[in-house]
């Protein structure tokens, strides 16, 4: 089922086109998608390493008019206001729609994003995540107390019965989130 205020949003705004987030912030719905493509050392890193154009993922929540980025960084797994996400974030942030999902499945994985809320960000989780990209190692230990972005949202959907990638979580990056059937890029979001 998709979401008729999205379907609205890709008839207004091409997939490449680059909105801004006063015009579109309207348009967001809960669980859909945030892609960012940092320039730092770290993501333009994490793109190369993992053949992407994105460095990081979080989940849309919106509550009374505001809008969230529910994600998992350097300090944990947090939500942060999207108007001060696009003022203050250097790089590029893309949004996806998630198709096919019944409310109850959104409801669902972003319940799971609070229910982790304030837990650490998996220093461990990263680090098994490039040995896997660099060896094909799988290490099968793993700590549902800390995540990292793309581990999470993709644990999310899984949980909801949507998965987004085939991979295990823990082994799920933002690019592959990003490029996964069950989604579609709307629009670019710009200051």
């Known amino acids: 089922v998709c979401d008729p205020r999205l379907t609205s949003a890709l ?7 680059a909105r801004p987030y006063g015009d579109v912030r309207g348009r967001f719905v809960d669980g859909d998608l945030l892609c960012f493509r940092g320039r730092g050392f ?4 994490i793109r190369r390493l993992t053949k992407s154009d994105y460095s990081h993922v979080g989940m849309v929540y919106t509550y009374e008019g505001r809008v969230y980025s529910l994600e998992a960084t350097g ?3 947090r939500l942060v206001l999207m108007s001060e996400l696009v ?3 250097h790089g590029g942030i893309d949004y996806f729609q998630v198709l096919d999902l019944t409310p109850e499945q959104r409801r669902t994985a972003i319940s799971f994003g609070f229910q982790q ?5 998996s220093h461990r989780g990263i680090v098994r995540f490039f ?5 094909g190692n799988r290490d099968r230990k793993r700590s549902r107390g800390s995540w990292f972005c793309s581990e999470i949202v993709a644990e999310a959907y899984r949980l ?3 998965d987004l990638h085939r991979r295990s979580s823990a082994y799920t990056s933002p690019g592959d989130l990003a490029s996964s059937s069950r989604v579609q890029r709307a629009f670019r979001i710009k200051p």
């Open 117 to 121: 809320m304030g837990k650490q960000y």
């Open 75 to 77: 300090v944990g797994v």
């Open 131 to 135: 040995a896997y990209l660099l060896l």
């Open 87 to 89: 003022r203050r974030y």
């Open 42 to 45: 770290t993501s333009m890193s």
């Open 160 to 162: 909801a019965g949507a």
């Open 11 to 17: 008839a207004v705004a091409p997939a490449a086109e």
